[in-house]
């Protein structure tokens, strides 16, 4: 048995919690925030959007299945650090290659189990998101230092840590199957499955650095441009947020996602902001106002679009409207351009990890992309 | 859109009498959609046959209808209240198989009536295998390669192709009746054989084996606007093989990545669509290959169903009562969340904590029944515990089931030679596996070799090796230190069990724990992981940081529940509870609520103030009752409604200084010990049949040679009868006495003289310390030496004069004045040679009370809690919860005849004697009401038993010497109403000479006759007897009618094994013959009977 490692993790405000650490040792800051999503931890500390952040799960047995080749969806962990009830001591799933402690540790996450993570979660819910640091090797006898530790480290708040996250260099996902449309990917913090899902519906995706020049994209010809998820705080991604401009003049065809959709927003002049606690989960419950219909949908965001005072509003595009909302607390979900084909959504039809209720946008987007050629 | 307006009446139909694989958790699911449907302002027309349900108290429904739940009665409510729809999806397999046969038989479309929240063709394409096998082919998924099969050659065709072992489920059977595992052809056309006997298509599927595979359960609901959610995922700790029910399942699913999961998720929705459930809950059960995540769809329920239940406790999402809504026209997000008020229900609930349910079996209750557990249901109830990790809620659960057996120890010597034999013993699924898995784990089993051998899930086996390596470090300790503990409590481990490790007591550990200051907090079952804040007061124990109990300044009573339901301890329980929970409330309390059986309507977090979800230990009480007393003035604890679980608690409460309302814990104890009790009697002048009390076998053979034989020989404190028997005779007497000892070596046995050929009576009252309210006076229809809880009665008593009955009010006043009772009292009589004598004394709420409520239309429970917490019978009586004047045992002008039947689960345990004894077996009851006995009698038969009292046709009939007198007069009526009497050669004598034209039959050990004459037995097999007479001789095992008693019931044959109850049947069936068929809503009774002489 491995020994015991004595962490301890603690919050701006001076809320802390002793427990043990796993994974890589160390110390580590981020902005706290939960997700509760009961499945797909390996996805949730793959995804680039958890990029400086600590992660804390509500689910109290993490790790039972492991890791596996397959799941992971990026090239590395993001997260700083991970806050779990229970760390599993054994793997138990025929697809499994490694255990969860060994992948944190290769990744240098800082772990911290045996905490009371559901007091952990209704502090955040109740005084919001904000910085941790974890601790290990401490009990907190010097927790006045770590508390100052921890109001030291970098705020989200006007946060970004696209060039962190997004590819060195631009790839391309063939279609699956008959080639249907061509789109250029802005990688903001892409998730594989996202050009996963284009590509099974005869998409070819290329796969962008965030810098990349709208000139650039033109070169590539393509029929449609997707806007990535991404961490960090969408009033940052000016490049971004450029580019969305010159694609919308275009009339090209553009599907965003999550921070895409706090692009498109600023993009088309309506305002973003920081969350209380945000939407981390695969449970949500979002309305598709056009249908009707309600979806299933895993999210993943801390900022969010401000609603216009109508759902149908002006921008410098022609009309757009307010597509879709969270349920739970009418937070903005989705964007669309009534004149032209762009559209986005705040939540991950791409899921992974999470429902696959959305993933009709995809064959929305090649529709759109169909359009236009 | 929300709700139709075009619905103003709605018919629901409940599940009928508790039966294994069909418990209260349709009264829970019932109850719920009465509650909504009344909301939102539709009349309800309820129908269900089952008295100790709460969704049949009057104020559930506007019309309720005690009746049979068969096509007959239903088509006589349907034409008297012309519903505009039938919800047929929350009343089990019951309800929906009722449903079908309406629709068959025209009815439905006769009346206009529409079916809400499935249509038949739905139904058909859920439960039809052929057409659910083609459902989810076309939507892409699997389902284990099978045949169907409609007879014994197409199942024999059909096993070549798919080898052994194989799997064969009938259709259309609820619990899994009929089906097995076959692992060759022996096992083949003897469960085939059956299956297709149980199956009302007569259709069975044959099926690859997928036995040990990972099984998953989905409850989903889906909405009008084709919204889809899933509520709960459970997993399966008992792989593929052992039926759900019958399962140790948690919540939710543990060992299945995000891809695996959503694979799940993905099929169920699609299963969900194509199947056509528009507006409701589904229940979608999957296997897993863990070698290569092969994914194969078993089955779907397209009903709320048990697993819905567990569901809806395990999440805090109301499955049943968002059925009910959708139905009527909602969609998911037009519903509130009850438990955050703010969010919509169309989410679906995350959970932050480990849900595990338990099975609890009743094996004891039938020696000689097979103890492996297969796709059959045979658990008769269920306990759930709630934990922050799979362990500690495991380790609750386990005690919660009140069996020791169940719970994990480590006394035993440590001797790893065992290993191979256990590991032998656990192939076998069977009750007590994981305890053997433990046991062999501790012993130095490795993780994989029990894997092997059981095929459970190695992460599960690695919680087990945890919590046997926290034993050890609790064990092997130098002294108890706080981490140490606190590490112990939060991997579930009892005062109780940390003391045994510690060779101390529990009073000690409990002591020291205090002093270290390691308790539990509370946290809340919030249906999304703390994201939002939760409104409803649904808590759980845990050994965790933050306690989330708000202080209440409120005057506070806490109820204790039953526990899981077993055999003599039930949903009759569960009623009284919830009704204290309501009465209070009303009266102004804050009403707190303990319990761990996730079937019931007391653990709804709609039921009481506050829900806490524990196990029904000293410890789990005691914290709770620590935590409410931070704040507020506890009042006391009631425990005299929840049957022997709480009353088993009062005494070590009392000692702890909590206090007790209603009837005080010595007063319990005196009515318990028979020597104390003697003289309470001897005060009241009432006397009980000679009797003493034995604590070993000389004294046991001294007292019986002095009362005399037969006696009556049971241990002390006790319910439900168990281990209580009549002997006949010294060797016998022995025998039980050698047993007795282990049942419960702290107590004695009490030997009582058996009277023969007494009449029983059955008595609930209410005493408040100067008044007594004779609540009801039951008369057994079965002689006394039958449970009360198997033995039919009848309400009012059917040969019981008023002097009689005037003597039993006495009797009861100064029994109920000499023990102290404050609250209920049940009282057993036999009234022989016209002296009443006192048979028993129970100072609780009794199995009877729903009934006694029903069939009098007074609310005894909420009554007698209402005393408890200090009214009087006066007050309550001035107030109307009581009727002003008059009591049961002087029932009104015009009141109707209720009739209780037991129904018993021998179709469940093949190979088990049929007989009924002292020892109760029935697992619930229905109740008939009417204006005559005959009528009730016969309804009740109806109710209870498929096809009810036959009206034609042949009568068996074998009669005890001792009954051939008083069978004569029945027999000949029966004979005159047209039944063809066949009879054994003694019986046939007798009756020829009375003029009934009997024929003889050859008995079973006489064998087939030369020319193919059957015997009796055969004759029932071969469907030639509609009715079988039976009496058995007294003596001894009484195996003598052993085999007709089985045939009868695996033909489903209606067998009377007393005189009276024989006589009861004649008069059923001259009524089913002679008077016309009639319904009545309780309201209606209610309405025509004046209480106060008006």
Known sequence: ?373 | MPKRDDIKSVMVIGSGPIVIGQACEFDYSGTQACRVLREEGIRVILVNSNPATIMTDPEFADATYIEPITTQYLELVIAKERPDALLPTLGGQTALNAAIALDKAGILKKYNVELIGADIDAIERGENREKFRKIVQEIGAESARSHICHSMQDTLAGVTELGYPVVVRPSFTMGGAGSGIAYNEEDLVRIAGLGLEASPTSEVLLEESIIGWKEYELELMRDKNDNVVVVCSIENVDPMGVHTGDSITVAPALTLTDREFQKLRDVGIEIIRAVGVETGGCNIQFAINPDDGRLIVIEMNPRVSRSSALASKATGFPIAKIAARLAIGYSLDEIQNDITAETPASFEPTLDYIVVKVPRFAFEKFPGADTTLTTTMKSVGEAMAIGRNFPEALQKALRSTEQKSAIFGWDKPRDAGEIPHLIEDMKRPHDGRLSLAQRALWLGATNAQIHEATNIDPWFLDQIERINEMADRIHESHEVTAPLLFEAKSLGFSDVQIADLRGAGEAEIREIRKQLGVFPVFKTVDTCAAEFAARTPYHYSSYDSETEVVPSERRKIIILGSGPNRIGQGIEFDYSCVHAAMTLSEAGYETIMINCNPETVSTDYDTSDRLYFEPLTFEDVMAVIDAEGAAGELVGVIVQLGGQTPLGLAQSLADAGVPIIGTQPAAIHLAEDREMFSQVLAEAKVPAPAHGTARSFEQAREIANRIGYPVLVRPSYVLGGRGMEIVYEEERLKEYLEAATQINPEHPVLVDRFLDDAVEIDVDALFDGTDLYLAGVMEHIEEAGIHSGDSACALPPITLGREEIDRIRKSTHAIAAGVGVRGLINIQFALASDVLYILEANPRASRTVPFVSKATGVPIAKAAARIMAGESIASLRAIGLLPRSGDGGQLPQGSPVSVKEAVLPFGRFHGVDTVLGPEMKSTGEVMGIDATFGVAFAKSQVAAFSGGLPTRGTAFVSLANRDKRAAIFPIKRLSDLGFDIVATAGTADILQRNGIPARVIRKQFEGTGAEGEPTSVDAINNGEIDLIINTPYGVGPRKDGYEIRTAAVLRGVPCITTVQGLAAAVQGIDSLLHDQAAVKSIQEHARDVHWDGV
């Open chain 1, 1 to 373: 048995m491995k020994s015991v490692i004595p962490s301890i993790l603690v919050l701006e405000d001076g809320y802390s919690l002793v427990g043990k650490g796993f994974g890589a040792s160390g110390t580590a800051f981020g902005e706290a925030v939960f997700s509760t999503g009961m499945t797909g931890y390996q996805e949730t500390l793959t995804d680039p959007s958890y990029c400086g952040q600590i992660v804390v799960m509500t689910a109290p047995h993490i790790g039972n299945t492991g890791v596996n080749g397959e799941d992971g969806e990026s090239r590395r962990m993001w997260p700083s650090g991970f806050v779990v009830r229970e760390l599993s001591r054994v793997v138990s799933n025929w697809r499994a290659s490694g255990t969860l402690a060994d992948e944190l540790d290769i990744n240098g996450i800082v772990g911290i189990e045996g905490v009371d993570t559901r007091a952990l979660t209704r502090h955040l819910r109740d005084r919001g998101a904000m910085r941790m640091g974890i601790f290990s090797h401490s009990t907190g006898q010097n927790l006045g230092e770590l508390i100052a530790a921890v109001n030291d480290s970098p705020m989200m708040l006007g946060a970004s840590f696209t060039e962190e996250v997004t590819t060195s260099k631009n790839y391309v996902i063939a279609a699956k199957g008959k080639k249907r449309a061509t789109c250029v990917a802005l990688d903001l913090g892409i998730k594989t499955m996202t050009p996963q899902r284009m590509s099974e519906r005869g998409i070819e995706v290329h796969v962008v650095n965030a810098n990349t020049t709208w000139e650039e994209i033109q070169k590539l010809n393509p029929d449609g441009v997707f806007l990535s998820n991404g961490p960090g705080d969408p009033a940052t991604a000016v490049g971004a947020i450029g580019i969305v401009q010159q694609a919308l003049k275009a009339k090209m065809p553009l599907f965003g996602i999550c921070f895409g959709n706090q692009i498109l927003g600023r993009a088309l002049g309506l305002q973003t902001y920081k969350m209380q606690y945000g939407h981390r989960g695969i449970n949500q419950p979002v309305k598709d106002l056009t249908t009707g219909k309600v979806e299933i949908t895993a999210h993943n965001h801390g900022f969010a679009v401000r609603a216009p005072e109508s759902l149908e509003f002006d921008t410098a595009f022609g009309r757009a409207r307010i597509s879709h909302i969270c349920l739970n607390d009418n937070v903005v979900e989705g964007i669309e351009l009534l004149d032209q084909n762009a559209f986005s959504v705040q939540y991950h039809p791409e899921a992974a990890a999470g429902p696959h209720d959305s993933d009709y946008l995809f064959d929305r987007f090649l529709e759109k992309m169909g359009s236009h050629a």
